[in-house]
Nanobody, 126 residues
Framework: HVQLVESGGGSVAPGQSVTLSCAIS???????????VGWFRQTPGNEREGLAA???????RYNNRVEGRVTISRDNTENVVYLQIDDLRSEDSATYTC??????????????????WGRGTQVTVS
């Protein structure tokens, strides 16, 4: 298994951008080439919403609701997956969490396919 730690959250003004990081560690993090990583967000009372996912080869999937404002990228050398969100709006305020598992990119936005989760980082747009 791997461990995931998110960072980069905080208070951001509307219209600004934020880049979140998901650091992947663990005994297989550098040798297992099959991990897909997804970014999700959740607000109180709502289910986790998949925003973007990326596999080891760099293939990506985006939620249509945020496509165009969100960019996911991956640094396989440093084992970090980034999520950049542009033109932040109040409705982007949420807890952002990354997840990883040995799944195909086609399932990358489905939270039910992931078995490893980070603890999340809060983004507040105000």
């Amino acid at each position: 298994h791997v461990q995931l730690v998110e960072s980069g959250g905080g208070s951001v003004a509307p219209g600004q951008s934020v880049t979140l990081s998901c650091a992947i560690s663990g005994p297989t993090a550098r040798t297992d080439s099959t991990y897909c990583v997804g970014w999700f967000r959740q607000t109180p009372g709502n289910e986790r919403e998949g925003l973007a996912a990326i596999d080891r080869e760099g293939r990506t999937r985006y939620n249509n609701r945020v496509e165009g404002r969100v960019t996911i990228s991956r640094d396989n050398t440093e084992n970090v997956v980034y999520l950049q969100i542009d033109d932040l709006r109040s409705e982007d305020s949420a807890t952002y969490t990354c997840a990883a598992d040995r799944i195909g990119i086609n399932h990358g936005l489905n939270r039910l396919w992931y078995g490893v989760w980070g603890r999340g980082t809060q983004v507040t747009v105000s």
